[in-house]
């Protein structure tokens, strides 16, 4: 048995209990203010002196008023300590995850590059039909979105539903369309789309136990309008069930795999890291590096200030999100050219990325659904059929 379900039943139950003081803590307050008024609430200073020389009365409410001290100060602190019990559940969730999961490899390169000569060879329309009708092949049944405002393409939206136990579920995406008919687009981001199609396939074959949601973005380069029209299109609440994404842009050449941050040391509230005009998520990043440590596969961060992708229409509608791509000396190779051409992509390192995603978005949704469960846990007993379930 893992030996890291010792440590989160422990964080569990702690977390639970926390929140069940928070409550008692709550009613006790409210309780002691109430008992202190019908006392008289008296002044320190009249300590045996304007009421009468009442100094019994007076003691009491002395006693009271330091009680209700104690209580304020308790209740003050609790939140900070159960927040402090939540991110050791959430760090113990993730080293499961990662302790649980395999290295299989599981992007068959060929296929990727077929992806990626079709794709080329097309506009932006038969972009988004290629897209579509490649999910339709591998038995999938798709959602196409049009992006309205004039743009060329569609959304195309896939679902894999490996968990039915959960409407949870995680999402990876990539635009499919290019900056213009002069460039064919194959890092810039056929790269990316042949990967979300790959993980499509290997999710089929290899069954885990997840769900899924693959959403090809178009109109990205014209400033992000595929994921804007994506996130509006979102019913209500939705993102509480999208646990997180990894977006995929330009990932088919450069020996440098890394995830945008900001150029701020520090996260932003601690969650988020800036970069350019948005952030990406923090915990995700370090996600994406954890499970990079077990394939072998280093990932580093990317201070990168110039330019957005589609994590962030995603982030702005709470949506916890990454973006990964590669460089060549700090620079996305042949960048917006004529040159971008399928020659230039290095099958394994572009397949290195698709299965750095797929084993990073599992171990996503199994720590976080550990977690999630866990919190939401009504008693002690609770907890332990949920632990037991797990194992
Ligand atoms: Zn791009």
């Not at 008289?40 to 200073?45: C, D, Q």
């Given at each position: 048995m893992n030996e890291l379900y010792a440590p989160i039943r422990e964080d569990a139950v702690a977390l639970y209990e926390g929140r069940q003081r928070l409550g008692e803590l709550e009613t006790l307050y409210e309780a002691k203010q109430v008992e202190l008024k019908n006392a008289?609430?008296?002044?320190?200073?009249n300590l045996g002196g304007l009421?009468?020389?009442d100094k019994e009365k007076a003691r009491t409410c002395k006693g009271l008023k330091g009680e209700l001290n104690d209580l304020f100060n308790e209740k003050y602190d609790q939140p900070s300590v159960i927040n402090g019990t939540r991110q050791r559940l959430y760090g113990h969730s993730r080293k499961l995850a990662y302790s649980e999961g395999t290295d299989e490899r599981v992007i068959d390169k060929d296929r990727s590059l077929g992806h990626i000569k079709e794709l080329a060879s097309r506009d932006n329309d038969g972009r988004s039909s290629y897209m579509a009708d490649s999910f339709r092949d591998l038995g999938y049944e798709v959602k196409e979105q049009s992006i309205g405002g004039y743009h060329p393409g569609a959304n195309v939206i896939a679902e894999y539903k490996g968990d039915p136990s959960s409407d949870r579920y995680v999402l990876v995406t990539a635009h499919a369309d290019k900056v213009s008919n002069f460039c064919p687009g194959a890092n810039d981001n056929a790269s990316g789309s042949s990967l979300i199609l790959e993980l499509a396939r290997a999710a089929k074959e290899n069954g885990p136990k997840v769900n899924m949601r693959f959403v090809s973005f178009g109109a990205e380069e014209t400033g992000l309008n595929g994921s804007k029209a994506y996130v509006r299109s979102m019913?209500?609440?939705e993102n509480a069930k999208a646990i997180g994404a990894i977006n995929l842009d330009s990932v088919g050449a450069g020996n440098q795999l890394s995830v945008l941050i900001s150029h701020a040391q520090s996260g932003f509230d601690g969650y988020s890291e800036y970069v350019g005009t948005g952030y990406t998520t923090k915990w995700v990043n370090e996600l994406i590096e954890g499970t990079g440590k077990r394939l072998g596969i280093p990932v580093q961060r990317m201070d990168w200030s110039r330019g957005n992708s589609d994590h962030d229409p995603l982030i702005r509608n709470d949506i916890p999100a990454t973006t990964l791509l590669r460089r060549q000396n700090g620079r996305i190779p042949n960048?917006?050219?004529?040159?971008?051409?399928?020659?230039?992509?290095?099958p394994d390192q572009l397949a290195e990325v698709g299965d750095l995603s797929y084993h990073s978005l599992i171990d996503m949704y199994r720590s976080r659904n550990v977690y999630s469960n866990l919190t939401g846990a009504k008693s002690v007993e609770d907890i332990d059929t949920l632990l037991e379930q797990m194992k």
């Open positions: 008289g609430n008296f002044r320190e200073r009421f009468g020389g019913p209500d609440r960048y917006h050219s004529e040159s971008d051409k399928p020659e230039g992509i290095n």
